[in-house]
C-alpha cells in the first residue's frame, strides 16, 4: 500500500505529464495569431522571469554569475531555441494531437543517442525490442496520417519530420545534462532558459522577418485566446513544470520523473482531442499505442541493465 508521501509524488508525476501534454494545445492556440518564432522567445522569456523568482526566493540559490560551458550552451539552444520553434511552426500545419505523438519518441532518441555517443546505455533483447516498436510507430504515423490531406501532404510531412527533429535535438541535449560539473540540475535549468531567451531574440527577428512571404503577423492582432496560450506556456508549462519535475528528482529519483514520458502523449492527444475537437484516426492511435509499448519496453530493459 502506498504511503502518503508516496501518494503524493505520483500526484505530482500525473500532474507533470498533464502539464507537459498540455503544452502542444496551448502552441496551438498561439500560433493562431502570434509568430511561432516570437512565441517561442515569449514562452522563453516568461518562464526565465518565473524561475529567477523561484531560485532567489524560495530556494536561495545563487545563479549568478553563470558557469559558461559548451555543454550549457547545447542545452541552450539543443534543448529550448531549436526544438520550442521547430514544434511552434510544425503546429502551423498540423494537429498537435500527432505533435504530442510523435514527440514521444524522444526517450527512444535519448537511449540511442546515449548508447552511440556517450558512455553506457547498453543495449539488450527488451531495448532492441522497444526501439523496433517505438519507431514502428512513429513511422507509421508520419506515412500514413496525412493519407487524407493529400492537398496539403507535402507541408504536413515537412512539419512531422520538424517534431522528429526536435525530439532528436531534446534527446541529445538530455544527455548533455550530465556532463555539467558545479551546477544542480535546477540551475542547470535556468540557466539554459535565460541563456536560450538571449539566442532566441535574434533568430525571432530574423524568422519573423524572413517569414512575411509565408503569414503576415502584426503584434496589435494577438488575440486573448493567443496571449493567455503564450503565458501558460511559459509560466506553467515551461517554469512550473521544470520546477515540479526537479522536485520530483528531489524526492524519489530522475527514473521516477522520467515515467511522465509515458504520460506526455497521452495528456497531449486527451488534451487537444478535448478543447480542440481533433480528430483521432485509427493510424494515430495505432501509433501511440506503439511509441507508448515501445517506451515501456526500453524502460523495463533499461532496469536489467541495472540489475546487471
Known amino acids: 500500500m502506498l504511503q502518503k508521501a508516496q501518494f503524493l509524488d505520483y500526484l505530482g508525476l500525473i500532474l507533470l505529464s498533464a502539464i507537459w501534454g498540455s503544452s502542444f494545445l496551448f502552441i496551438k492556440l498561439s500560433v493562431e495569431t502570434i509568430h511561432p518564432s516570437f512565441l517561442t522567445f515569449s514562452r522563453l522569456l516568461i518562464a526565465s522571469l518565473f524561475l529567477l523568482i523561484y531560485l532567489k526566493f524560495f530556494k536561495k540559490i545563487k545563479l549568478f554569475p553563470i558557469k559558461l560551458s559548451k555543454e550549457l550552451l547545447i542545452i541552450s539552444i539543443l534543448g529550448n531555441v531549436i526544438p520550442f520553434n521547430l ?38 533483447n527488451k531495448i532492441i525490442s522497444g526501439l523496433i516498436i517505438g519507431f514502428t510507430g512513429m513511422l507509421f504515423l508520419v506515412y500514413f496520417e496525412d493519407s487524407n490531406k493529400k492537398d496539403h501532404q507535402t507541408f504536413s510531412n515537412l512539419s512531422n519530420l520538424l517534431v522528429i527533429l526536435a525530439s532528436i535535438c531534446y ?29 532566441s531574440l535574434p533568430i525571432c527577428f530574423l524568422l519573423m522577418d524572413f517569414s512575411r512571404v509565408v503569414k503576415d503577423y502584426h503584434i496589435f492582432d494577438i488575440s486573448l485566446s493567443s496571449f493567455f496560450s503564450c503565458f501558460m506556456l511559459g509560466a506553467i508549462c515551461t517554469s512550473l513544470a521544470i520546477v515540479i519535475f526537479f522536485s520530483l528528482i528531489h524526492r524519489q529519483s530522475a527514473g ?10 497521452c495528456f497531449g492527444v486527451f488534451w487537444s482531442y478535448l478543447f480542440l475537437s481533433e480528430s483521432l484516426g485509427m ?14 519496453f526500453v524502460h523495463f530493459g533499461r532496469k536489467k541493465n541495472e540489475v546487471i
Open 283 to 296: 493510424s494515430l492511435l495505432i501509433s501511440l499505442i506503439l511509441i507508448i509499448l515501445g517506451l515501456c
Open 171 to 199: 534527446a541529445y541535449s538530455a544527455n548533455c545534462v550530465k556532463k555539467i560539473k558545479g551546477m544542480n540540475s535546477l540551475q542547470i535549468a535556468t540557466s539554459s532558459t535565460l541563456i536560450a531567451t538571449v539566442v
Open 256 to 265: 521516477f520523473a522520467s515515467q511522465s514520458n509515458f504520460l506526455i502523449p
Open 87 to 124: 514544434i511552434s511552426w510544425s503546429e502551423t500545419n498540423i494537429d498537435s494531437v500527432v505533435v504530442a505523438t510523435l514527440i514521444g519518441t524522444m526517450p527512444l532518441f535519448t537511449f540511442i543517442i546515449a548508447h552511440f555517443f556517450f558512455d553506457g546505455e547498453k543495449l539488450n
